[in-house]
């Protein structure tokens, strides 16, 4: 967990570093600040389980085992990213590692995870899908349309509202009546938890117990990790609508830093280790970006290819 963190973190800032030097094209939504929600509810799934992702979709795709290659060649627009460049931030999708795509449209997944569910359940498999949305998109209908069928037909999903605090320049406080996510569970009889999102092994217990839960086949449940977002909306937001005090506050709760400080104290990490695990981190990236970056960009005739689904049984 302590590398996965570590992962999804240096990888993030790295982007944000790219795009701000023009390496990366167009709009960019990181989660630095955010990993021990990606980190801990991956933990707690199997790999087939599924995925579904929001508009700050990168860590939740790296914690899943998704290629730290492809995923920077898709966000470079490159040929060999994992949608061909086609995708970019908003649109990755991974479907080997069970990542069903991130999803510009919020609240999008909660109403996708249910069809996923009714997959699940129909072929008996067992696995259970989780989706990802933030505080504001639990103010919007398909939450609560989502939620409801997922409840009504006892399917295996796991909702995980990952709460910042912020819906891009709209406070929560502001903008959710009731104020608590996880509350909004018992309006649809299933259980609702509320967590903190800055400890990795909270994340993983509570979705650990949801994730059993829907596998036992007695359906849905609803995570509320409370997380701090210490980066922009948007790289190049301003974040003129709150105090500079937040981010500050959300360094100090650092998921990484916490559970380090607790390994070192258990004597299971120290500096050597640290530095192995850092400098293998960094390692992966740079041969991710040199990948991405000697990597060609699309050709005009790919725009005509994969626009379609291939179904083998219309052959
Ligand atoms: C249906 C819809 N309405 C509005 C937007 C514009 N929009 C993009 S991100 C965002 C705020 C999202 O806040 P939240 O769900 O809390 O997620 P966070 O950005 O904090 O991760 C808004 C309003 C959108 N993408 N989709």
Not at 85 to 102: E, P, Q, R
Not at 153 to 182: D, M, Q, Y
Not at 213 to 241: I, K, N
Not at 251 to 278: N, S, Y
């Amino acid at each position: 967990m302590y590398a996965g963190m570590l992962r999804v973190r240096l990888f993030e800032e790295r982007v944000r570093e790219l795009f701000a030097g023009g390496r990366i094209p167009g709009f960019l939504h990181t989660s630095v600040g955010q990993e021990a929600v990606a980190v801990g509810v991956a933990a707690a799934l199997r790999p087939d389980d599924y995925v579904l992702s929001t508009h700050r979709g990168h860590g939740h795709l790296v914690a899943k085992g998704g290629s730290l290659r492809g995923l920077m060649a898709e966000l470079y627009g490159k040929a060999n990213g994992i949608c061909h460049g086609k995708g970019g931030t908003m649109h990755i999708a991974d479907a080997s590692v069970g990542y069903l795509g991130a999803n510009g449209v919020l609240a999008a997944g909660c109403v996708l995870a249910p069809g996923v569910g009714l997959s699940i359940k129909h072929r008996k498999s067992g696995q259970v899908v989780v989706t990802f949305f933030g505080d504001g998109a639990a103010n919007r209908g398909p939450f609560h349309e989502g939620v409801n069928m997922a409840a009504l037909w006892k399917l295996p999903v796991v909702f995980v509202c990952e709460n910042n605090r912020w819906a891009s320049t709209t406070a929560h406080a502001l903008s959710a009546a009731g104020g608590s996510i996880a509350a909004r569970a018992a309006g649809y009889g299933i259980p609702g938890e509320a967590t903190d999102g800055n400890d990795v092994l909270a994340v993983w217990e509570a979705v650990t117990r949801a994730a059993e839960r829907a596998r036992r086949g007695d359906g849905p449940s609803l995570v509320e990790a409370h997380t701090v977002r210490w980066v922009g909306h948007f790289e190049g937001d301003p974040q003129a609508y709150r105090p500079r005090t937040e981010a500050a506050e959300g360094r100090q709760r650092d998921p990484i830093a916490r559970l380090e400080a607790a390994l070192r104290e258990q004597h299971r990490l120290d500096d050597a280790h640290a530095a192995r695990i850092r400098d293998g981190v960094i390692a992966e990236i740079d041969d991710a970006v040199a990948h991405a970056e000697g990597s060609p960009l699309p050709q005009p005739h790919d725009a005509l290819t994969d626009l379609f689904a291939h179904y083998p049984w219309r052959d």
